[in-house]
C-alpha cells in the first residue's frame, strides 16, 4: 500500500514559503550590496597597477619590501621566520619586535606568483576583507538582517578617511605602511563575532584562540585592545553562567599566548634591546573627519536603543570604544603610540551606526530594499565628500550647489586613488627611476661590504617615497644605516643622529628622548667611520658644497640629481681593533651614557663596554672598570693606548661572522648591533660595547660569531609546540574529556 504523507497545516507551509522568500531576497540583497562595495573598491585599486609586475613604492609602504624578500629568499628556506637582518641599523633582529605573519603569507604567496605582486594583493588584504569580517561579526552575533550588511557598507567612510594617514586602519594609513595593522583590525573584528557566539554557547573555544593568536602575530595594538574590550562578555548576572564564561577565557586566551610563544616570549624577555617611542602624538588632523558625520547620528542612536532595550551585543561594542579611549591615554605610560588607538573608536562607531539605522527603520516595510539604497548613498558620499565639504583653516565650508554637477561627474573629490596609482605603479613608473637605479647599481655590493648611508631629503619622494634609499640593500645588496622598525633595534638613536650631522633635512623620531644636533659633516664623518660606512649619497647643494670641501672625501659617481661620495678614509672593515683600551661600566642604565658618549667628539676613540655586574674575568679583562657611573664621569674616561699593531681579516655573512687575528687576548670591536642572539666561537663573551656594537676579546686566532637561538627562544618555540600539539590531539584524539575541556 502507499504510504501517506501528513501535510503540514496550511498556514504553516505559507509561513515557510514567506521566510524562504524572505531568505532569498535577503542573499540577494547582501550579494548585489557586496557587488557595489568591492565594485567601488576595484575601481580605486585598479588591475592594472596591483597585478603589474613591479616593486611597490610610496611611503614607509616601499620599505617593506626588502624584509619581504629577505624572508622569502634568506630566511625560510633555512626554516626560520624570524632571523638576522644585515641591512638596516647596523642589523636587526627582524621580525622578532615587528609582525611576522602578513609577512609570511607575502612570502609564501610568493612561491606560487611574482613576490611583487603578492607583496601588494596582502598589502590591501585588510581593506578587503573588512567589509566581511564586519558582516561576518554581526552575523555571528545574531544581528537581524540589515545589521551585518549596513555594517559591511559603513566600513566605507572608515577605509576612505582622509584626514589621517599614521594612525592605522584606514586606506591612506595602509598606502602608508600600516598594512599590518590593517590586517589585524580586520581579524579583530572577525574575533569579536567568533568569542561572542562562542562564549554564548560554550562552544569554539579553540578557533577563538587561533584566531586571537593571529591578531597578535599581526598587530600588537589590536590584540591588546581585543583582549581587554572582550573581558566584558565574561559578565553574566547567573553565577553559574559567569564562572563558565571566565573558565571559557581562561582557556582559550592563554592558548592563544601560548601558540604565539615563539614570537612573544622572546619579545617580552628582550625589550630592554629595542627602542621604546612613548612620545605623545600631536594631532593636528580632524578628530572626527567631515566623512563620518552624517553616520553618527545613527551611532548616537543605536547607543539611545542600546540603553533602552540593554542588548548585550551593543554593550560589548561601546564598551570597546571605552577601552580604545583609555589605551589612547595611557599609551604614553605604556610606551606605546597613543594615536593608533583611534581608529577602533572610528571603526566601532560605524558598526554602531548600522545597528542604529538598522532600529531606525525597523518600523517601515519592504526593508530587503533599503540597503541597496543606502550602499548606493554611501558610496556617493564616499566618492563626493571632499567637494560637498571643504575644510581649510579649521573653517567648515558646505557646497549643496555641487550635488548635480558631482552626480555627472563623479569625480572622487579626494587624494586616495592618485596614491593608490603612485604607490602600486611602482618604482619602475618613476620620472627619476633610471638616475635612482643607476645610483643604486653602482653601489652594488652585499653583505661584506662596507656601508652606505643617504641624505635625508624630502626631495627623494620623486623616486618613489622620501624613503626611497632605504632600499638600498634590496636594489645594491649593500647595508647602510636607516630603515624601517626603528624601535626594533638600540642602534637606529645613534643612526638617526648620523643623519642629522650629514642631512640638511632630518627626521629625529627620538626627539624629546635621544636628540639629535644640526648639519656638521666633520663630525658626521668621525661618526660613518665608526660605522664603517664607504659611500654617501647627497642630494642637496648644501651637502654637496660641503663634500667638495672636505679632504677625506671624493666624488665617486654622479647622475643627477644624486651623487655618491666615497669616504677614502674608511677602514672598510666591521671588526677593528680600537686605539684606546674599553672601559667596562657596570650599570643597567647604558642607553643614556652611551648616548651621550656617542655625541662627545672627544671620547669616541676611547670605547666604553656595559654590564650589569662585572665578574672575576671581566676583572682581569678590563684595565678600568668603573661602578654605578654618572653622566659626570665621562668627563674623566680613562684613555689607555693599546699600542698594538694588528692585522684582522674577516668574513661577513647575514647570520656568521668569522675573523682572524694575530692579536689574540686584544680587544676586538665589531661594528654590527649588539643582540644576545650572537654567540662567540674562539672568545669567551660577546659585550655590549659603545655605541651599540659587539666587543670580543679572542682566545684564539680564528674566531667566529654566529646568530642562533637561545635558551629564550627554544622556551617559546616549545610553548608554542605544546599548544599545536594540545589543539591537534583535542581535534584528533578520542579523549571525550579532552574535548569536553575544549568545548569541542
Known amino acids: 500500500m502507499k504510504k501517506k504523507t501528513k501535510r503540514k497545516p496550511k498556514g504553516v507551509e505559507l509561513q515557510m514559503g514567506k521566510r524562504t522568500l524572505n531568505l532569498t531576497l535577503e542573499l540577494a540583497v547582501n550579494i548585489i550590496a557586496f557587488i557595489v562595495i568591492y565594485g567601488f573598491l576595484v575601481s580605486v585599486f585598479t588591475p592594472d597597477v596591483m597585478l603589474a609586475k613591479t616593486i611597490t613604492a610610496g611611503g614607509d609602504t616601499a620599505s617593506h619590501y626588502y624584509p619581504a624578500k629577505f624572508l622569502k629568499e634568506e630566511l625560510i628556506p633555512k626554516g626560520h621566520v624570524i632571523g638576522w637582518l644585515p641591512g638596516w641599523y647596523g642589523g636587526m633582529p627582524l621580525f622578532q619586535f615587528y609582525f611576522t605573519l602578513p609577512f609570511v603569507m607575502i612570502a609564501l604567496l610568493g612561491y606560487i606568483i611574482p613576490l611583487q605582486i603578492s607583496f601588494k594583493l596582502v598589502t590591501v588584504l585588510g581593506i578587503f576583507s573588512l567589509p566581511l569580517t564586519v558582516f561576518a561579526s554581526l552575523k555571528l552575533m545574531r544581528f537581524k538582517f540589515p545589521t551585518p550588511v549596513f555594517g559591511a557598507i559603513f566600513t566605507l567612510p572608515f577605509l576612505f578617511q582622509e584626514s589621517h594617514s599614521m594612525w592605522g586602519g584606514n586606506i591612506p594609513s595602509t598606502l602608508a605602511g600600516e598594512f599590518s595593522y590593517s590586517i589585524s583590525l580586520s581579524l579583530t573584528m572577525l574575533f569579536f563575532g567568533v568569542l561572542y557566539y562562542g562564549i554564548q554557547r560554550n562552544k569554539h573555544m579553540l578557533a577563538n584562540a587561533f584566531i586571537l593568536a593571529l591578531v597578535a602575530l599581526t598587530h600588537v595594538y589590536t590584540v591588546l585592545w581585543a583582549v581587554l574590550s572582550s573581558l566584558i562578555l565574561s559578565y553574566d548576572r547567573n553565577p553559574k553562567r559567569l564562572l563558565e564564561r571566565v573558565k571559557y577565557m581562561g582557556k582559550s586566551f592563554p592558548l592563544a599566548f601560548m601558540l604565539t610563544g615563539f614570537w612573544i616570549i622572546p619579545l617580552i624577555l628582550r625589550l630592554k634591546y629595542t627602542t621604546s617611542y612613548d612620545i605623545p602624538w600631536n594631532i593636528t588632523e580632524e578628530v572626527l573627519p567631515p566623512i563620518l558625520w552624517p553616520f553618527l547620528f545613527f551611532s548616537g542612536f543605536g547607543l539611545f536603543m542600546c540603553a533602552y532595550r540593554r542588548d548585550s551585543r551593543v554593550v ?72 560637498l565639504i571643504t575644510s581649510q583653516d579649521d573653517k567648515i565650508e558646505f557646497h549643496p550647489g555641487k550635488f548635480m554637477e558631482q552626480m555627472k561627474t563623479w569625480k572622487y573629490g579626494g587624494y586616495t586613488p592618485y596614491w593608490v596609482e603612485w604607490n602600486y605603479e611602482g618604482f619602475e613608473k618613476k620620472s627619476i627611476w633610471k638616475q635612482f637605479k643607476s645610483t643604486n647599481d653602482f653601489m652594488g655590493g652585499d653583505v661584506s661590504s662596507p ?40 642602534t637606529s638613536p645613534f643612526t638617526f643622529y648620523i643623519q642629522s650631522e650629514v642631512s640638511e633635512q632630518q627626521s629625529c623620531p627620538f626627539w624629546a628622548v635621544y636628540p639629535c644636533t644640526s648639519f656638521n659633516l666633520e663630525d658626521g664623518t668621525e661618526h660613518l667611520k665608526m660605522f664603517n660606512t664607504q659611500y654617501l649619497v647627497a642630494r642637496s647643494e648644501k651637502l654637496k658644497e660641503a663634500l667638495v670641501l672636505h679632504p677625506e672625501w671624493r666624488m665617486a659617481f654622479r647622475d643627477e640629481p644624486f651623487e655618491v661620495w666615497e669616504l677614502t678614509t674608511n677602514p672598510n672593515q666591521y671588526v677593528t681593533v680600537p686605539e684606546y683600551m674599553p672601559v667596562l661600566y657596570e650599570t643597567g642604565d647604558w642607553k643614556n651614557i652611551s648616548y651621550q658618549w656617542f655625541r662627545n667628539m672627544d671620547l669616541i676613540d676611547s670605547p666604553i663596554a656595559f654590564k650589569k655586574s662585572a665578574d672575576t674575568d671581566d676583572m682581569r679583562l678590563f684595565q678600568d672598570v668603573i661602578r654605578d657611573p654618572s653622566m659626570a664621569d665621562l668627563d674623566s674616561l680613562p684613555k689607555t693606548p693599546l699600542n698594538r699593531e694588528c692585522n684582522v681579516r674577516e668574513i661577513v655573512q647575514s647570520d656568521v661572522i668569522e675573523f682572524t687575528t ?69 581535534h584528533l584524539g578520542k579523549n571525550r574529556e579532552l574535548k569536553r575541556f575544549f568545548a569541542l
Not at 459 to 484: C, D, Q, W, Y
Not at 709 to 721: A, E, Q, S
Open 316 to 387: 560589548f561594542l561601546t564598551y570597546s570604544i571605552v577601552t580604545s579611549l583609555v589605551f589612547f591615554v595611557l599609551a604614553p605610560k605604556i610606551g606605546v603610540v597613543d594615536i593608533r588607538f583611534l581608529p577602533f573608536t572610528y571603526l566601532t562607531l560605524m558598526v554602531l551606526a548600522a545597528y542604529g539605522l538598522s532600529q531606525f527603520i525597523r518600523p517601515l516595510k519592504g526593508k530587503w530594499i533599503l540597503p541597496l539604497i543606502v550602499v548606493l548613498l554611501t558610496v556617493f558620499w564616499v566618492n563626493s565628500n571632499k567637494v
Open 451 to 490: 656601508r652606505a648611508k643617504f641624505e635625508h631629503n624630502d626631495k627623494h619622494n620623486a623616486a618613489g617615497t622620501v624613503r626611497a634609499f632605504e632600499s638600498i640593500p634590496l636594489f645594491a645588496g649593500r647595508s647602510i644605516l636607516e630603515g624601517l622598525y626603528m624601535q626594533s633595534i638600540i
Open 662 to 730: 694575530d692579536c689574540v687576548g686584544a680587544p676586538h670591536i665589531i661594528s654590527i648591533s649588539y643582540y644576545p642572539s650572537w654567540k662567540p666561537e674562539g672568545a669567551d663573551e660577546i659585550y655590549l660595547v659603545s655605541p651599540s656594537f659587539m666587543l670580543v676579546y679572542p682566545t684564539q686566532k680564528h674566531v667566529r660569531i654566529v646568530y642562533g637561538k637561545t635558551p629564550v627562544d627554544w622556551i617559546g618555540i616549545l610553548l608554542t609546540l605544546s599548544a599545536v600539539s594540545v589543539i591537534a590531539y583535542a
